[in-house]
């Protein structure tokens, strides 16, 4: 959303936009805000630890009605499948408060994969009077669930844009620092012995991922980081889900040529990104940023709702299965043809103007309330 607040701040004649923070996770919100320079007007501060996301989405909707009654916007812009989005959708909508959704539009077709952000996502597109879809894809989805085409706008996705900003950043001298220890980085001029060595980002988090298909995951990197003997790096920051952090750390903690970091500040997870040789993720965005990047992705999971970079051959669903997982990675570890198919900067997902157009069919819609 960064890049649409941005863009909003420069139409400052049109629009006064205000922004407004769950921090459901405080400790990875408050980098990305400060990377972007936004300060929010609003703070729900919802952490708490261990909640459900019905407890979160009760919270949303309890905290937030009081907002929006006092603010009386004329939009609220909701992005992405988390329930979050979901529970505003809703609570704006119970005030008839008008709801753009960026990255709308984006559908599995398996209600529990992913788990519970296909059902929040397709909640809030039906919700929403504006649906900015990222794909034309995207756009067939809402078409085929009846929302009428004049309010969708193929916009492409936000997230392209952020990426695009933020890899146009240097590293700070911290995260050069991190790249330096970690081997993917020069340091005052100087490059690591190992600095040849093929680089693995892993993410992993996912809520439909928790018990075996994460410990079949962990299982797949260490063999993965054993057969490498040192030709192969694994980096993995590691989500503080205990779900995610109590079994990472169990299989993979102290395994050779395997580095377990907390949570990275996002200027240094895209500069890991652009060092590595492969991305192994779980992630939702992280499909849509690495093929700007010319980084094949192998896609742990057994479904994805962004198949178009899939289609264009710089990413591949590999699901949960040790077997496969370890044998995917190393064919395009040890295959130079097979790897360069794949690493070719090409993003279906956007061309780095997603704002632009998200806020120009703001304008051309108008300002209005449904009581307006």
């Not at 059902?119 to 894809?137: G, Q, V, Y």
């Given at each position: ?12 004649d049109h629009f006064q936009a205000r922004t407004c923070a769950t921090a459901q996770h405080r400790d990875m919100l408050d980098q990305v805000l400060d990377l972007f320079g936004i300060v ?257 992705v192998l896609v742990l999971r057994e479904v994805t709702e962004r198949p178009e970079a899939v289609e264009v051959g710089v990413a591949r669903v590999v699901g949960t299965d040790t077997e ?49």
């Amino acid at each position: 959303m960064a890049p649409v607040v941005r863009e909003l701040r420069k139409q400052a004649d049109h629009f006064q936009a205000r922004t407004c923070a769950t921090a459901q996770h405080r400790d990875m919100l408050d980098q990305v805000l400060d990377l972007f320079g936004i300060v929010p007007d609003v703070d729900l501060d919802l952490m708490q630890e261990g909640q459900t996301p019905s407890q979160v989405a009760s919270r949303v909707l309890a905290r937030l009605e009081p907002v929006l009654r006092e603010e009386r916007p004329d939009w609220v812009l909701v992005q992405g499948d988390t329930t979050t989005v979901m529970a505003t959708a809703i609570a704006a909508h119970h005030l008839r408060i008008r709801v753009g959704h960026v990255e709308a539009g984006l559908r599995t077709g398996d209600r529990w994969n992913p788990f519970p952000e296909e059902m929040n996502r397709i909640l809030a597109d039906h919700l929403s009077d504006l649906c900015f879809a990222p794909t034309e894809r995207a756009r067939q989805s809402l078409l085929q669930e009846g929302i009428p085409d004049w309010r969708i706008r193929v916009t492409g996705n936000t997230v392209v844009d952020a990426l695009r900003w933020v890899a146009k950043q240097p590293p700070t001298p911290e995260v050069a620092e991190l790249l330096h220890q970690l081997g993917v980085g020069e340091l005052r001029g100087q490059r690591t012995s190992d600095a040849s060595a093929a680089v693995l980002l892993v993410t992993a988090h996912r809520r439909e991922s928790f018990g075996q298909p994460l410990e079949r995951v962990c299982r797949a990197l260490r063999e993965i980081a054993q057969r490498g003997n040192g030709r192969v790096r694994i980096v993995y920051p590691v989500h503080p889900n205990p779900n995610v952090y109590g079994p990472v750390h169990h299989l993979l903690d102290g395994v050779d040529h395997v580095t377990l970091l907390p949570p990275v500040d996002y200027l240094t997870l895209v500069h890991l990104m652009k060092r590595s040789t492969l991305i192994l993720t779980d992630s939702g965005g992280i499909q849509e940023e690495a093929p700007s990047l010319g980084v094949p992705v192998l896609v742990l999971r057994e479904v994805t709702e962004r198949p178009e970079a899939v289609e264009v051959g710089v990413a591949r669903v590999v699901g949960t299965d040790t077997e496969r997982i370890v044998a995917e990675a190393f064919r395009l570890l040890d295959d130079p043809e097979a790897h360069a198919a794949m690493a070719r900067p090409v993003n279906p997902y956007g061309d780095g103007h997603a704002a632009e157009r998200i806020v120009e069919a703001l304008m051309e819609w108008g300002g209005y309330g449904y009581e307006g």
